[in-house]
T-cell receptor
């Protein structure tokens, strides 16, 4: 069975602080994909990144960066120099060969950035 | 390019009424997904289609729920009869295909309230 755990329910930071969101997953598959989505207060779900299990390189996109560590089954997400517009719920998700395309979502982490 | 289009954005109706939610996937996407989001249960996958064929409907909560995809550009999720516990945000998502694990792109959702 697949499982995604986002232990942090809510994180509050002041603008310009860095914030790291934890994501720990469980799967018996050797091939799988990991995703992060953002849900701002307006409610839509926005795709941020997809990473396959064979690519452990960290990725940076602007102020966003992702740290994939297969040894600890973690796929953490860092927002550098946070801004008020980063306030949202962030979801980590997993997909594997038992059900390709079917996403197993974590519970989400609410990020609150105050000025 | 247009994203996933859902209608209506908001629906308020009385218990017992039939509710029909509509979705137009991104052109060229072969897979379509229906999700429900509530505070208690988070994001739940209800059903998904590949090339207009339902692949897995194990997430559909009851026989009161049904979904169809008559063609590649349109899908409906119907609840008949509706109940207050069906109140939630319903999302439709589409992707290029299942096996390639392309990311799912979500619509803005339909906020459903059953009184």
């Amino acid at each position: 069975a697949q499982k995604v755990t986002q232990a942090q329910t809510e994180i509050s930071v002041v603008e310009k602080e860095d914030v790291t969101l934890d994501c720990v997953y469980e799967t018996r598959d050797t091939t799988y994909y990991l995703f992060w989505y953002k849900q701002p207060p307006s409610g839509e779900l926005v795709f941020l990144i997809r990473r396959n299990s064979f690519d452990e390189q960290n990725e940076i996109s602007g102020r966003y960066s992702w740290n994939f560590q297969k040894s600890t089954s973690s796929f953490n997400f860092t927002i550098t120099a946070s801004q008020v517009v980063d306030s949202a719920v962030y979801f980590c998700a997993l997909s594997g060969p038992d059900s390709w395309g079917k996403l197993q979502f974590g519970a989400g982490t609410q990020v609150v950035v105050t000025p | 390019d247009a994203g996933v289009i859902q209608s209506p954005r908001h629906e308020v109706t009385e218990m017992g009424q039939e509710v029909t939610l509509r979705c137009k996937p991104i052109s060229g996407h072969n897979s379509l997904f229906w999700y429900r989001q509530t505070m208690m249960r988070g994001l739940e996958l209800l059903i998904y289609f590949n090339n207009n064929v339902p692949i897995d409907d194990s997430g559909m909560p009851e026989d009161r729920f049904s979904a169809k995809m008559p063609n590649a550009s349109f899908s409906t999720l119907k609840i008949q009869p509706s109940e207050p516990r069906d109140s939630a945000v319903y999302f439709c998502a589409s992707s290029l295909g299942l096996r390639s694990n392309q990311p799912q792109h979500f619509g803005d959702g339909t906020r459903l309230s059953i009184l």
